[in-house]
Nanobody
Framework: QVQLVEFGGGLVQPGGSLRLSCAASGSWYFIYTMAWYRQAPGKQREHVATISADTDGKTLYADSVKGRFTISKDKNSNVVYLLMNNVKPEDAAVYYC???????????????WGQGTQVTVSS
């Protein structure tokens, strides 16, 4: 199983910055990707950013955050970060960490979710 714990949510002013962290623990055969999603009240959960967990570290961003948010992964640990710059009111949401992992050689890939961390944007 994979356990995910997010850190770093809170209140940020419009135009400000915030960094979210997500630490993965447990046991697995392979982690394919680590990602951030968000869900605002009354809206569906949406993709924010994904990073490949292998050495190439390829990233993918939602158009709404491209150029403002940066996803990164610690090379020596299973921690993924989301640096949020120039935050806008529409970025307010609960942010969820997601890991696409294979628990053992004999199982299929599955998605695992953290409990979420609230980001509030207000002046």
């Amino acid at each position: 199983q994979v356990q995910l714990v997010e850190f770093g949510g809170g209140l940020v002013q419009p135009g400000g910055s915030l960094r979210l962290s997500c630490a993965a623990s447990g046991s697995w055969y392979f982690i394919y990707t680590m990602a951030w999603y968000r869900q605002a009240p009354g809206k569906q959960r949406e993709h924010v950013a994904t990073i490949s967990a292998d050495t190439d570290g390829k990233t993918l961003y939602a158009d709404s955050v491209k150029g403002r948010f940066t996803i990164s992964k610690d090379k020596n640990s299973n921690v993924v970060y989301l640096l949020m710059n120039n935050v806008k009111p529409e970025d307010a949401a609960v942010y969820y960490c997601n890991v696409d992992a294979q628990i053992s050689y004999w199982t299929s890939r599955e998605g695992y979710w953290g409990q979420g961390t609230q980001v509030t944007v207000s002046s």
